[in-house]
């Protein structure tokens, strides 16, 4: 059973272009959390969704950053113009149907994008 | 805001060497606190969930402890392959219970 599938692993942009992040879940989660995580601090809580719903979005920046987690296919992260604070590793995790709201179980995470803007 | 604060940020011991690792939080409620390993280029890895003092939970050389300020993760005997940045991470009550807040991490490296 494959884990938490990311890619790219490593994605290098220039400052202005677009990043695209991919995020494929375990098979059969339906949950899928996008976390952020800088230089030097902790993993920061970005944006939860179900397919084809975004259920909370608080954690993202409201300019340039956005997400959806279609009915077939990956869950997408995508940054427009980014810029050099957009730099950092970009985490997936996942977790079953029913435990979205409430997740005393553990969740599964991908290995990360790490993003680089030059 | 829920806080979470780990410490110290980096141990270093000898082969053998047992230590603990502290995690102190400040949340509004507290449904569940989690631990995890991260290792270099990967993503965290699960190791406990608590979620009520008192609790006490063990994974090989590693238990993991909890009181209502704060959690302990003690390391026994602990070996090279231990070496991880360890997280710790809160769970709220409430609507927004699947927001995890993480602290920054202990990075712990094991000398054989």
């Known amino acids: 059973n494959a884990g938490v599938m990311q890619n790219p692993r490593h994605l290098v942009r220039r400052r202005g272009q677009e990043a695209r992040l991919r995020c494929s879940p375990m098979?059969?989660?339906?949950?899928v959390y996008w976390y952020r995580q800088l230089p030097e601090e902790g993993l920061k809580f970005m944006v939860y969704?179900?397919?084809?719903?975004?259920?909370?979005e608080s954690g993202m920046p409201k300019e340039r950053f956005s997400a959806e987690f279609p009915k077939e296919g990956p869950s997408i992260l995508r940054i427009q113009q980014v810029v050099r604070g957009d730099s950092a590793a970009y985490f997936c995790?996942?977790?079953?149907?029913?435990?979205?709201?409430?997740?005393?179980?553990?969740?599964?995470f991908g290995s990360g994008t790490q993003l680089s803007v030059l | 805001e829920d806080q979470v604060t780990q410490s110290p940020e980096a141990l270093r011991l000898q082969e053998g060497e047992s230590s603990s690792l502290n995690c102190s939080y400040t949340?509004?409620?507290?449904?569940?606190l989690f631990w995890y390993r991260q290792d270099p280029g990967k993503g965290p890895e699960f190791l406990f969930t608590?979620?009520?003092a008192g609790e006490e939970k063990e994974k090989e050389r590693l238990k993991a402890t909890l009181t209502k300020k704060e959690s302990f993760l003690h390391i026994t005997a602990p070996k090279p392959e231990d070496s991880s940045t360890y997280l710790c991470?809160?769970?709220?009550?409430?609507?927004?219970?699947?927001?995890?807040?993480f602290g920054k991490g202990t990075l712990l490296t094991v000398n054989p």
């Open positions: 098979k059969g989660h339906s949950h």
């Open positions: 991470a809160v769970q709220p009550i409430g609507g927004s219970n699947y927001k995890l807040t």
């Open positions: 608590l979620y009520s």
């Open positions: 995790a996942s977790s079953p149907p029913g435990q979205g709201a409430s997740i005393n179980e553990k969740l599964f």
């Open positions: 969704l179900q397919k084809e719903n975004i259920i909370d």
């Open positions: 949340v509004s409620g507290l449904r569940g």
